[in-house]
């Protein structure tokens, strides 16, 4: 898998903010020979790959119309089991730009998100420490934990978690991407890894698994259920647990 070889920053009041990510992940901090891929830290941090790049800004991107209509993920709820007056502890096992989780968040859940890849995981830092001061965001902030590494790493904990959330890179045959950002973080990661059976394999309370509307199930088991959008399908597993 490919991931960021350096962290620069635009502005000396981005240093600290290089610095903590530096010594968090381990990722020089550099102002020359940049070589993609790398971070820049800015008013909208960037993930240059590729000659392109990637921001993740929650409030200003496409992203800020889901979150403008969160109670509105009908088949994102229903696939959780989303109860109001229950805050349900989900593992987000494929982060990526963090965008299902913050949602996930925002309906009140306890997200925790791993993510395999630095890059990303540094932009999804980036998004939430750049939201607005408003209190459904520090809400929804105060209940996301990110953490670098491979989810399998989480297995063993599968029954500290009311539901495991997976969004695989792409899970049908067409190899379609989804959207732009998508299509980056495909050329970017350059792999494809799916961690679903493993997942499927432990005794897991609710595993809910985005997909393309149309991705065959491939050599995984039916769900218990599918709840269908009009581009994309939310294969849940249950055992046991009422729907
Ligand atoms: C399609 S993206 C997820 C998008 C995400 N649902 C969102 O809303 O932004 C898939 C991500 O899963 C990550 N991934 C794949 N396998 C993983 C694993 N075993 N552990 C952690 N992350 C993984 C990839 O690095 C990639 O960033």
Redesign the pocket.
């Known amino acids: 898998?490919s991931d960021i070889k350096a962290i620069t920053f635009n502005k000396n009041s981005f240093s600290s903010r290089a610095i903590y990510y530096t010594n968090k992940y381990k990722i020089p901090v550099k102002h020359e020979k940049l070589k993609e891929p790398y971070l820049e830290i800015a008013e909208e941090s960037k993930l240059y790959a590729n000659k392109d790049f990637l921001t993740n800004l929650y409030h200003k991107d496409q992203f800020s119309r889901r979150i403008a209509n969160y109670q509105r993920e009908k088949h994102l709820k229903k696939a959780i089991g989303f109860k109001s007056s229950i805050s349900k502890r989900i593992l987000?096992?494929?982060?990526?730009?963090?965008?299902?989780?913050?949602?996930l968040a925002l309906l009140g859940q306890e997200v925790t998100i791993?993510?395999?890849?630095i890059g990303?995981c540094i932009l999804?830092e980036e998004a939430i420490n750049n939201l607005p001061n408003m209190s459904y965001f520090n809400l929804a902030k105060d209940k996301i934990t990110i953490l670098n590494?491979?989810?399998?790493?989480y297995l063993d904990q599968i029954q500290d978690f009311d539901v495991i959330?997976l969004?695989?890179?792409?899970n049908s045959t067409k190899n379609v991407a989804?959207t732009k950002?998508?299509s980056f973080?495909d050329e970017y990661?350059r792999?494809?890894?799916?961690?679903l059976d493993?997942f499927l394999s432990t005794d897991y309370k609710r595993i809910v698994i985005?997909k393309e509307l149309k991705a065959p199930y491939g050599n995984l088991t039916e769900p218990t259920v599918s709840f269908k959008g009009a581009s994309i399908r939310f294969d849940v597993y249950t055992k046991g647990e009422k729907l």
């Open positions: 898998m987000d096992g494929t982060g990526g730009m963090g965008h299902d989780a913050f949602i791993v993510e395999k890849n990303l999804i590494g491979d989810s399998r790493e959330y969004d695989p890179m792409f989804r950002n998508l973080i990661l792999d494809y890894d799916n961690p493993d985005k």
